[in-house]
């Protein structure tokens, strides 16, 4: 799978917006970009995931650069609950039998109140 | 409630003495996989499998075995667990490669 690069953490304050960005200049054409997060002593949670178009549910929003070598994932109102590990991971859709998520160090994010 | 169902959810054995981790999925998903998550090392693949009766190895296989007997199952199994198995390990099931996964809670396994 290819690499994926994020900041090791970021911060924000509590009801503001967070927009997490991840670089992935190596992405192959058919690469999907999955976010995932891990909150403190739990298994990791699916957020988001796209292709190339702006992704959006109620957990999250997805925004993929044109040239898709980068892409950001915004929580629209941050709260204490989404402190956690964020994982941005591509994931070839046409890799054969093994759906592996290739995990990288994540970032993470630090919500003060 | 969609899910997957890890137990236990703590275990600390010693070594040599074989143990289980099961794993239980209620979403009909064919795709289960095993995960550890070691410090430093993040989460890496032991085992995966695509249906029932189809199992492969991930990226750290070694001193684990699995099975699929029935679709919803996918037990972890370590024959002879080594100091170097104490781990925090998780399964997923997934639909397929274009689809979120659901991972359990976790288990977390010292061997003394």
């Known amino acids: 799978d290819a690499k994926t690069t994020q900041p090791n953490s970021m911060e924000s304050n509590e009801e503001e917006p967070v927009h997490l960005p991840c670089n992935h200049s190596t992405i192959s054409g058919t690469d999907y970009i999955h976010w995932y997060r891990q909150l403190p002593s739990q298994g990791p949670e699916y957020v988001i995931h796209?292709?190339?178009s702006n992704v959006n549910n109620r957990m999250a929003s997805l925004a993929i650069a044109e040239d898709r070598k980068s892409s950001t994932l915004i929580l629209h109102r941050a709260t204490l609950r989404d402190a956690a590990v964020y994982y941005c991971?591509?994931?070839?859709?046409?890799?054969?039998?093994?759906?592996?998520?290739?995990f990288g160090k994540g970032t993470l994010l630090t919500v003060n109140p | 409630e969609a899910q997957v169902t890890q137990n236990p959810r703590y275990l600390i054995t010693v070594t040599g003495k074989k143990l289980t981790v099961t794993c239980s999925q209620n979403?009909?998903?064919?795709?289960m996989s095993w995960y550890r998550q070691d410090p430093g090392l993040g989460l890496r693949q032991i085992y995966y499998s695509m249906n029932v009766e189809v199992t492969d190895k991930g990226d750290v296989p070694e001193g684990y075995k699995v099975s699929r007997k029935e679709k919803r199952n996918f037990p972890l199994i370590l024959e002879s667990p080594s100091p170097n198995q104490t781990s925090l390990y998780f399964c997923a099931s997934a639909v397929g490669a274009n689809y979120g996964y659901t991972f359990g809670s976790g288990t977390r396994l010292t061997v003394v």
């Open positions: 796209g292709l190339t």
């Open positions: 991971i591509l994931r070839d859709r046409s890799g054969g039998s093994n759906y592996k998520l290739t």
């Open positions: 979403m009909n998903h064919e795709y």
